[in-house]
C-alpha cells in the first residue's frame, strides 16, 4: 500500500493525523492545564498552555469547598452497581438468546434494542411520578434501577455477538459431560467472554458515570446526587469559577481516559459490534 | 435444577432483563402517552381525563414550533458535519501510517468526556471574555472584538452544534471505520492497477459500498442528536431569548418548573412520533439501498 502512495497523499495523511489528534485531544489539554492555573493568570494577558505558577488550589476548591468527593462517591456506587447488574442481568439474556431454543430471537433482540432509541426525556416525567410515590427519589436505587435499562441493549447486544462466535461443540461437550444450563453460562460461556464482558462493562459504567437527565431529575442533594449534576451545578450566581469548573472535570475525566486507552482496542471492537451489526 | 422443562429456561433467563426494560422503558412510554390526554399537575393536583387538549394547546404553542424547528436544525446540522468529518477522519485512519494507534485512542478522548464536562468545556473555550478562541480568532484578525458566543442568540446554537460535533464525530468516525475495512482490498488494488486515482476510487467504489453503513450510522446519530439535552441544559439553558430550546429542553422545563405533568408529557410524545417518523425514513433509504446492492 505504501508504496503505491504519492507524495501529496502521504503529506495529506499525515496533516489529517495532526489534525486530529489536535481536534480531539486539544481542548481536553487546555482544559487540563487551565485546573492548574491561578485565576489571575486565566484573566488576564496572554494565554499560556503551560501552567505558570502552577497551583492546586482550584483542587482544593473543588474538594473542600463544594465536596466534590461525595459525588464521586455517590457515581461511584451507583455506576459499579449499574455496571454489576447490567453484567449480570445482560449476560443471562444474551445468554438464552444465542444458546437456547428461543423462538423469534431476533424479534426479542430488535424490541431489546428499540428501547435505545426512546427518548429518555418521554421516560423521565413517568418515572419521576413512579419514584416519588415510592419514596425513591434521593435514593440510589432510582438510578441504578433506571441505569441498568438504559444499559442493557447495548451490553445485551454486545454480548450476544461475543457468544455467537464461540464454537457451539463446547455446548455439546458439556452437556454430554452432565452440565446444566446455568452450568453451562458458568464455567464454560462466561470464562471464555473475558474480554467481551470487560469492555460492555466499561461501556455501562461510562453510561452510568455520565449520565445526567435522571439524575438531575431524581435527586436533589449532595447525598445522592451524582458528578454529572454536581458539577453542573458548580457555576455561582455571580461568576463562573472555571479554574474550579476545570479541576473538578479532571478529576472525574481523567481516570475515564485512562481506563478508555487501556482498554481501547477492545472498546473500539465492542461499540462497532453492537452499534453496525444487524 | 433438573427438574425444570427445558422449555422454560430461556424464558427464566430472559425474565430479569423483560423485568427492567418493561418496568423502566415500556411502561413508563405507555404511562408517557396517557398522561398526555390527562391534565395531570402537581400544583394544582388535577388528574383528569382531557381527550387532546394538550395536543390542540401544542399545534397552537409558539415556544413548542420553535423548539421544534431548533431541535430539527441542529439534528441535521450535527448529523450532516459529523458524517462529513467522520468520514474524512475514516478515509484517513483506514490509510497505514507510523503513529496510526495514537491517533485512534486520542480520538475516543471525547466520546469517553461526561456531556456534562464537554459543555462546560466548550463553555470555557468560548467564554465571552477569556475564552481561548475569542484570544486566537482576535489574534489571526479574523474578529475585531470578542464575541460573546454562548452569550448572543445569533450565535448560540451554532456553538452549540459545534460543541455535538466535536464530542460524537470520532464515534461516526469509529463506525465508518469498520464499515471501510470490510470494503476487499483486492478492489481496490485492481482499480489501482487499471489507473484509478483516489478519488475515482472512493466515488466509485468504497462510497456505494459503505453506504448502508452510513445509513445506520446515520441513524444512530439522528436519533441521538435529536434528543440532546446535556449540552443546552448546561450551556444556554435553552437561552438566551429561547434561541436554542430544544424540544427535551423545553419538556424538561414544562415539567419540573410548572409541573405540567400532563402537558410535558404531551411534548415529549410529540417528540417520540417525530423521532419515530425519523427512523422510519432511514430504514426506507436503508431498505432500498440493500435491494440495489443485493
Known amino acids: ?278 | 435444577m433438573g427438574a425444570l422443562p427445558s422449555a422454560l429456561w430461556p424464558w427464566l433467563l430472559l425474565l430479569p432483563a423483560f423485568m427492567s426494560l418493561g418496568s423502566v422503558s415500556f411502561y413508563p412510554i405507555i404511562n408517557g402517552v396517557y398522561l398526555s390526554f390527562t391534565n395531570r399537575s402537581l400544583i394544582t393536583q388535577d388528574n383528569d381525563f382531557v381527550g387532546f387538549a394538550n395536543y390542540l394547546q401544542l399545534l397552537a404553542d409558539p415556544p413548542f414550533w420553535n423548539a421544534w424547528w431548533h431541535t430539527i436544525w441542529f439534528t441535521a446540522a450535527s448529523t450532516g458535519l459529523e458524517t462529513l468529518i467522520g468520514l474524512a477522519m475514516a478515509l484517513i485512519l483506514c490509510e497505514h501510517f507510523s503513529g496510526r494507534g495514537v491517533v485512534r485512542a486520542a480520538m475516543l478522548v471525547p466520546w469517553a468526556m461526561p456531556t456534562v464536562v464537554t459543555s462546560k468545556m466548550f463553555g470555557w473555550l468560548f467564554d465571552g471574555q477569556h475564552g481561548i478562541i475569542n484570544f486566537i480568532l482576535l489574534h489571526l484578525g479574523l474578529i475585531d472584538q470578542n464575541v460573546n458566543w454562548y452569550g448572543a442568540p445569533e450565535t448560540a446554537l451554532t456553538t452549540i452544534i459545534l460543541a455535538d460535533v466535536w464530542k460524537t464525530t470520532p464515534f461516526m468516525a469509529l463506525l465508518l471505520l469498520t464499515g471501510l475495512q470490510t470494503v476487499p482490498k483486492s478492489l481496490i488494488e485492481a482499480a489501482r492497477m487499471d489507473g484509478a486515482g483516489a478519488w475515482t476510487i472512493f466515488w466509485n467504489i468504497r462510497l456505494p459500498l459503505l453506504l448502508p453503513t452510513l445509513l445506520i450510522a446515520g441513524l444512530f446519530r439522528a436519533l441521538d442528536a435529536f434528543r440532546v439535552f446535556d449540552l443546552v441544559y448546561v450551556l444556554t439553558g435553552g437561552g438566551p431569548a429561547d434561541s436554542t430550546e430544544t424540544l427535551s429542553t423545553l419538556s424538561c422545563k414544562v415539567l419540573f418548573s410548572t409541573l405540567q405533568f400532563g402537558y410535558g408529557s404531551a411534548v415529549s410524545t410529540a417528540m417520540f412520533i417525530t423521532e419515530g417518523v425519523i427512523a422510519l425514513v432511514f430504514c426506507l433509504f436503508l431498505v432500498r439501498q440493500l435491494r440495489k446492492t443485493t
Open chain 1, 1 to 278: 500500500m505504501n508504496g503505491s502512495r504519492s507524495i501529496v497523499q502521504s503529506v495529506t495523511i499525515y496533516v489529517g493525523a495532526l489534525l486530529i489528534l489536535i481536534w480531539s485531544a486539544g481542548p481536553f489539554l487546555w482544559q487540563f492545564s487551565t485546573s492548574f492555573q491561578l485565576d489571575k493568570a486565566l484573566t488576564e494577558g496572554t494565554p499560556s498552555l503551560i501552567p505558570h505558577p502552577f497551583t492546586l488550589e482550584h483542587y482544593y476548591n473543588a474538594f473542600v469547598e463544594k465536596g466534590l468527593h461525595h459525588y464521586v462517591l455517590n457515581s461511584l456506587i451507583v455506576s459499579l452497581a449499574t455496571t454489576a447488574l447490567c453484567l449480570i442481568v445482560g449476560s443471562l439474556a444474551a445468554f438464552a438468546l444465542s444458546r437456547l431454543d428461543v423462538k423469534g430471537r431476533f424479534g426479542i433482540l430488535m424490541v431489546i434494542l428499540s428501547v435505545s432509541m426512546f427518548p429518555q426525556i418521554a421516560l423521565v416525567g413517568p418515572l419521576y411520578l413512579i419514584a416519588s410515590e415510592l419514596g425513591l427519589l434521593d435514593t440510589y436505587r432510582a438510578l441504578i434501577i433506571t441505569y441498568l435499562a438504559l444499559g442493557l441493549p447495548l451490553v445485551t447486544w454486545v454480548l450476544f455477538g461475543y457468544f455467537e462466535t464461540l464454537p457451539r461443540e463446547i455446548d455439546e461437550a458439556a452437556r454430554m459431560d452432565g452440565v446444566g444450563v446455568i452450568g453451562l453460562l458458568w464455567y464454560i460461556i462466561l470464562p471464555m467472554s473475558l474480554p467481551s464482558l470487560v469492555t460492555t462493562g466499561l461501556l455501562a459504567f461510562i453510561t452510568a458515570w455520565n449520565e445526567f437527565l435522571f439524575a438531575l431529575a431524581f435527586t436533589s442533594d449532595i447525598d445522592s446526587q451524582t458528578i454529572p449534576v454536581g458539577i453542573a451545578n458548580f457555576t455561582n450566581q455571580y461568576y463562573v469559577p472555571w479554574g474550579d469548573i476545570a479541576a473538578a472535570s479532571a478529576v472525574v475525566t481523567v481516570p475515564l481516559i485512562v481506563l478508555v486507552l487501556f482498554f481501547q482496542r477492545h472498546i473500539i471492537e465492542g461499540l462497532t459490534q453492537g452499534g453496525i451489526k444487524e
